[in-house]
T-cell receptor
Framework: NAGVMQNPRHLVRRRGQEARLRCSPM?????VYWYRQLPEEGLKFMVY????????ESGMPKERFSAEFPKEGPSILRIQQVVRGDSAAYFC?????????????FGPGTRLLVL | GENVEQHPSTLSVQEGDSAVIKCTYS??????FPWYKQELGKRPQLIID?????GEKKDQRIAVTLNKTAKHFSLHITETQPEDSAVYFC?????????FGAGTQVVVTP
């Protein structure tokens, strides 16, 4: 049973470019969460999605950031017109069922570096 | 919204001694409290969790306690070993939305 998969593991972008981060949840999991982690800091919640729905995006910046979790395929976190402050590790996590308090399992993260 | 505070931010312990990390939360609706261990450059990994209907849970050298009245919970690591060195994060969850503490850097010295 493969765990949560993320790709790419490392991504380098120049200011103004777009970054697309992908997350495939664990098999059987229909809930995906995205977090951002700055160096030597904690995990900051960004967005919670179920298939084809954004449930909670209260932690996501209003501009340049968007997320989706289509019916088929991985969840995508998209950052448009990246700036240096976007450099961070982006982790996604998945869980099978929110209501039953199931824990979240994390992927290996994508480390984004904006030059 | 939920606010989770975690102390201390760094903890240095001698191998074999115990380590205790404490977290407080603000949202009384929080009902699930996991602890994650993150080694440098790696993903956070769940080490233990506790639900609001339980006061204490133990798994080998790791234990977690929860005081719902005071809204705090703690991680206890006994007989620490060098491989316990990592950053530990607590979290409080209400309906699946996790709020993480800022993390505790634990260093176990031989």
């Amino acid at each position: 049973n493969a765990g949560v998969m993320q790709n790419p593991r490392h991504l380098v972008r120049r200011r103004g470019q777009e970054a697309r981060l992908r997350c495939s949840p664990m098999k059987g999991h229909s809930h995906v969460y995205w977090y951002r982690q700055l160096p030597e800091e904690g995990l900051k919640f960004m967005v919670y999605l179920q298939k084809e729905n954004i449930i909670d995006e209260s932690g996501m910046p209003k501009e340049r950031f968007s997320a989706e979790f289509p019916k088929e395929g991985p969840s995508i976190l998209r950052i448009q017109q990246v700036v240096r402050g976007d450099s961070a590790a982006y982790f996604c996590a998945s869980s099978p069922n929110r209501v039953n308090q199931e824990t979240q399992y994390f992927g290996p993260g994508t480390r984004l570096l904006v030059l | 919204g939920e606010n989770v505070e975690q102390h201390p931010s760094t903890l240095s312990v001698q191998e074999g001694d115990s380590a205790v990390i404490k977290c407080t939360y603000s949202d009384s609706a929080s009902n699930y409290f996991p602890w994650y261990k993150q080694e440098l450059g790696k993903r956070p990994q769940l080490i233990i969790d506790i639900r609001s209907n339980v006061g204490e849970k133990k798994d080998q050298r790791i234990a977690v306690t929860l005081n719902k009245t005071a809204k705090h919970f703690s991680l206890h690591i006994t007989e620490t070993q060098p491989e316990d060195s990592a950053v530990y994060f607590c979290a409080a969850s209400s309906w699946g939305k996790f709020q993480f503490g800022a993390g505790t850097q634990v260093v176990v010295t031989p």
